[in-house]
């Protein structure tokens, strides 16, 4: 699978220029964060075939995929979307709305998303940024949280060193955009900070989270057939 170069909309902006969409540059970002190294780390998914997933480290935490965006479709199937007006109607998942002063920071939400819903899974460092947004943004709405995450220096400075240690030189129109796939409560959910709010997308576990996201992001790829530039990755735990 190609790698695509960067992240959300074309929209730029300094504070939160686009990262690429590799694991190195994901794994700098979370653990200068406050997710220890040894707790989870994100890796490439090589193929959606059943031999490509299999190589994948286990137990799958979260999947996020970047893709280019799609042009709309007036003729695909109506989304399954939770009302974001308050926490109490996101059914316990962890949802960041983007706005356009984040510019290109889909990637860091997609990132905010894949650990914010495996904080039971990951021991997060003491005060860490990482540890101190969560815990300051966990009885917010999603639009409360990205104004919290809009004025974050400290989350902004590690973004952009991030997308600084990128192997490949970003362009001035940023076409791709990143979203997280996880599983709460036995159903697997699209989180995509410019959708309305978290997508469902039926019966899921932390077992079949890979095989479930891949299924649905196959679909995705079928309405952009003119397009090779998507890219998979999992973030996974380590097994003590």
């Excluded at 504070?15 to 540059?25: A, F, I, T, Y």
């Excluded at 952009?160 to 990128?166: K, Q």
């Excluded at 409560?185 to 959708?195: A, H, M, P, Q, R």
């Excluded at 019966?203 to 890219?231: G, T, Y």
């Amino acid at each position: 699978m190609a790698a695509p170069t960067s992240s959300a909309s074309a929209c730029s902006g300094e504070r939160w220029p686009p990262l690429e969409s590799r694991p190195e540059v994901f794994n700098q970002f979370m653990w200068s964060l406050g997710v220890p190294r040894g707790e989870a780390e994100f890796h490439d998914v090589y193929g959606l075939d059943a031999d490509a997933l299999a190589m994948v480290p286990q137990p799958v935490l979260a999947v996020v995929f970047c893709f280019p965006d799609p042009p709309e479709d007036p003729a695909a199937p109506p989304e399954q979307v939770s009302a974001t007006e308050d926490k109490e109607s996101l059914d316990g998942v962890y949802f960041i709305k983007q706005i356009d002063s984040l510019g290109n920071a889909c990637g860091t939400i997609a990132l905010l998303h894949a650990v914010g819903n495996a904080c039971s899974e990951i021991s997060l460092l003491e005060n860490s940024g990482l540890d101190l947004f969560f815990k300051s943004t966990a009885s917010m709405d999603p639009y409360e949280r990205v104004r919290v995450l809009e004025k974050d220096d400290d989350m902004a400075r590690a973004h952009s060193l991030a997308a600084n240690a990128g192997d490949t030189e970003i362009g001035d129109i940023v076409e791709e955009h990143y979203v997280c796939f996880t599983t709460l409560n036995g159903t697997l959910y699209e989180l995509d900070g410019i959708k309305g709010g978290p997508i469902k997308h039926g019966p899921s576990s932390p077992e079949s989270l890979l095989q479930d996201a891949v299924n649905v992001i196959k679909a995705m790829m079928q309405r952009i057939p003119n397009s090779v530039n998507f890219n998979v990755m999992v973030l996974s735990r380590k097994l003590k």
